[in-house]
């Protein structure tokens, strides 16, 4: 919901990171959404070059997970 939500108001690349496998097929598919296991998000961030995420959003609630948004986002990005 988050994903499509963000490609409704304009974001042009998402990374979306979910543990199910078929929670990460309910995504919408398409160039500007990779769909990848929590363990995979840094290294596919990393491919996508520095600074880092322009925002981060974290749905989990799980413990660490706010910290990981830290470290993913760009300086002066946006973490929710």
């Not at 988050?2 to 160039?31: E, M, N, Q, S």
Request: proline share 11%; with cysteine; charged share 20%.
């Amino acid at each position: 919901l988050v994903a499509r939500a963000a490609l409704t108001f304009g974001a042009r690349g998402i990374v979306a990171a979910d543990p199910v496998p078929a929670k990460r097929a309910l995504l919408p598919t398409g160039p500007a959404v990779r769909a990848v296991h929590p363990d995979e998000l840094a290294a596919t961030v990393a491919e996508l070059g520095p600074p880092g995420l322009d925002a981060v959003i974290e749905c989990t609630g799980r413990p660490g997970a706010l910290q990981r948004a830290l470290e993913l986002v760009r300086p002066g990005g946006r973490v929710v």
